[in-house]
């Protein structure tokens, strides 16, 4: 199966041939799958070199004149390091623009610590009105991007990831979907933490909400979740761990409840290793996760789970 980011210059080359208002910026990364839309739309595919800054500054400038930018490049290059210009030159001017990253929280171990941005959802709310999507499987993320693009002149952030689950979801670009239901709590899986969720559960009375756009965060449908399931709420997020437990307990203000976040932790791992060995040391596969969800919601873990797949 092609990744997220395989999807990427296809689908965007595609609305650059559709749509007038659509320009892309690009900083060195991911030039090449754009090469053959530059030679069709040479004033709106723009690469601006290894210049983040002015990447969000010439998006932000093309916003201005009623462009529809779409911005790319690695998740640290986009959302951190100019972060200012994404504050000031976006959000200060009242322009959007699509930000699409790639790499996301640990895609690519061997790049070290500068290409790893686990912070950027949690950097991103500290701003207003962004929306962000986290797909979890390369058609969810296509069809979020076309969404992205399609949103007036909002602010959107789309986080494309080389993990996937195996099949694709319905999404709207606002919803959580319902994919199992129960009685003992309530379990938030985010993007390509499904399969792994799904797995840890599988057996344990709870119900699994799956979520790939967390801003704004569907608390309707968390609270329609907890009035059913209880609300013991786990947050399983690709991130940051317990970036959004201010937005769960938002939800769920009036009532009592509690919320565990689940995710990267801060701590560094100073060892490239592999994706899969990164997401066992944050405790994101199956068998940890299993183990601390089960232990929160007080439900004893069955036998099984040594052989379940992404154990």
Do not use: C
Request: charged share 25%.
């Amino acid at each position: 199966m092609d990744t997220m980011r395989d999807r990427l210059a296809p689908a965007v080359s595609r609305l650059l041939d559709k749509d007038p208002r659509v320009a892309v910026v690009l900083a060195e990364i991911g030039r090449d799958g754009f090469t053959d839309a530059w030679r069709r739309h040479p004033d709106r595919v723009i690469n601006v070199g290894i210049r983040e800054q002015l990447l969000v500054g010439a998006g932000a400038g093309l916003a201005l004149t009623g462009m529809r930018p779409i911005l790319h490049t690695f998740a640290s290059f986009l959302v951190e390091r100019p972060f200012e210009q994404v504050k000031l030159d976006l959000g200060h001017q009242g322009v959007g623009a699509v930000l699409v990253s790639a790499a996301a929280s640990f895609d690519w171990p061997a790049g070290g610590y500068t290409h790893m941005s686990p912070g950027d959802v949690a950097l991103l709310d500290t701003l207003d009105g962004w929306t962000v999507h986290v797909p979890g499987h390369p058609d969810e993320a296509e069809a979020l991007l076309r969404h992205a693009v399609a949103a007036g002149d909002d602010k959107v952030y789309v986080r494309l990831s080389v993990q996937s689950n195996a099949d694709r979801r319905p999404v709207d670009g606002e919803h959580f979907v319902t994919v199992r239901e129960g009685r003992s709590g309530v379990v938030v899986a985010v993007g390509p933490l499904l399969d792994a969720v799904l797995t840890a559960t599988e057996g344990l009375d709870a119900t699994v909400l799956y979520a790939t756009t967390v801003r704004p965060f569907d608390a309707a449908a968390l609270r329609r979740a907890a009035e059913a399931a209880g609300t013991d709420v786990v947050l399983v997020e690709p991130y940051l761990a317990g970036t959004s437990a201010s937005a769960a307990n938002d939800a769920l203000r009036d009532v009592p409840h509690r919320v565990l976040g689940l995710g990267v932790r801060r701590a560094e791992l100073r060892r490239y290793g592999t994706a899969e060995e990164h997401t066992a040391a944050h405790g994101l596969d199956a068998r940890s996760l299993r183990e601390r969800i089960s232990a929160f919601l007080g439900t004893r873990a069955g036998a099984g789970i040594a052989s379940a797949p992404g154990a």
